[in-house]
């Protein structure tokens, strides 16, 4: 049962454009969200988060969008760049608990 | 400035042999977590533990998998008799203090476990 969902595996985009990065939940009861970015052979590295009482929040190149009735959100990322290209890990949290449900996954190449 | 550290990296086990994951968190962490990745999946959190605790353990399996953090040493993730369907790779994280806000669970480089 996949709470937290990333229904494209991979994604390329060109170097210089915008990268978008989509997210689906099923729990209401997520209340905040994070993005981490994972290179081969290493672990997660958190990028940005959103409390659901947002609905956007931006850290230079990242902005984090969510839309809490579609149960929806996405990474933006712009202007891409090669070191960009990595495995992009959505995930979630309840009620000021500790442990992050992840997603699967989104594969992100940059093209030159 | 030592992150997460975790060892061994690889580990090969035959079916039926204990494995032993390390991890040390970051100077001054209390809070770890382990998390296990089967291959083309997601993390999934296994336990939470603070030291001599065992906080929350409602993603470890049910038999054969224990974790602790004791006062002095690393944390110890033990998976006895194991399976091919243990191969994985397995995370640790620290972080300073309870709770997701402004509060970066920060990740180590993984133990990755293959059961021949």
């Known amino acids: 049962d996949q709470q937290v969902k990333q229904n494209s595996p991979s994604l390329s985009v060109q170097e210089g454009r915008i990268s978008i990065l989509n997210c689906d939940y099923t729990?209401?009861?997520?209340?905040?969200f994070l993005w981490y970015k994972k290179y081969p052979a290493e672990g997660p590295t958190f990028l940005i988060s959103?409390?659901?009482?947002?609905d956007k929040n931006e850290d230079g190149r990242f902005t984090v969008f969510l839309n809490k009735s579609a149960k929806h959100l996405s990474l933006h990322i712009v202007p891409s760049q090669p070191g960009d290209s990595a495995v992009y890990f959505c995930?979630?949290?309840?009620?000021?608990?500790?442990?992050?449900?992840f997603g699967k996954g989104t594969r992100l190449h940059i093209l030159p | 400035n030592a992150g997460v550290m975790q060892n061994p990296r690889h580990l090969v086990r035959r079916r039926g042999q204990e494995a032993r994951l390390r991890c040390s968190p970051m100077?001054?962490?209390?809070?770890v977590y382990w998390y296990r990745q089967l291959p083309e999946e997601g993390l999934k959190f296994m336990v939470y533990?603070?030291?001599?605790?065992?906080?929350?353990e409602s993603g470890m399996p049910k038999e054969r998998f224990s974790a602790e953090f004791p006062k002095e040493g690393p944390s110890i993730l033990r998976i006895q008799q194991v399976v091919r369907g243990d191969s994985a790779a397995y995370f640790c994280?620290?972080?300073?203090?309870?709770?997701?806000?402004?509060?970066?669970?920060?990740f180590g480089p993984g133990t990755r476990l293959t059961v021949l």
């Open positions: 959103i409390s659901s009482i947002k």
């Open positions: 533990l603070q030291k001599e605790n065992i906080i929350d």
């Open positions: 995930a979630a949290s309840e009620n000021r608990d500790d442990k992050i449900i």
């Open positions: 729990n209401s009861m997520f209340d905040y």
């Open positions: 994280a620290s972080s300073l203090r309870q709770g997701l806000r402004d509060n970066e669970q920060f």
């Open positions: 100077k001054g962490h209390s809070h």
